[in-house]
């Protein structure tokens, strides 16, 4: 199915949290953006700053090799998330970045 969703010419591609997402960077075309995949409910809704955290920091290491990434949720934040853990979601981003950064 990876092929079809690829050949559809989106300037784009986001994925849920059901899938692999590095094992979708592999398969999507290196010059589109591809998005995704903390899961919403899992971690935004249910989850705890630090559980987040550790998602998106484990996330982030294996996708940011690919420069077509883009972190973001899955899908929508659910209703009655937590702010703390969507501020725990940019901060681990930011703390990803200020951690590799290319000099």
Not at 34 to 49: E, S, Y
Not at 66 to 79: E, K, Q, R
């Amino acid at each position: 199915m990876t092929h079809s969703i690829a050949s559809t010419g989106a300037a784009a591609f986001h994925f849920g949290n059901a899938v692999d997402m590095e094992e979708m960077l592999r398969k999507m075309p290196g010059d589109k953006l591809v998005m995704g995949n903390i899961d919403p409910a899992g971690q935004f809704r249910n989850g705890t700053p630090q559980s987040i955290r550790q998602e998106t920091l484990a996330l982030m290491e294996k996708c940011c090799k690919y420069d077509n990434f883009v972190i973001s949720s899955g899908c929508d934040i659910p209703p009655m998330s937590k702010w703390e853990n969507i501020d725990a979601f940019f901060h681990a981003v930011q703390e990803f970045y200020e951690t590799n950064r290319q000099e």
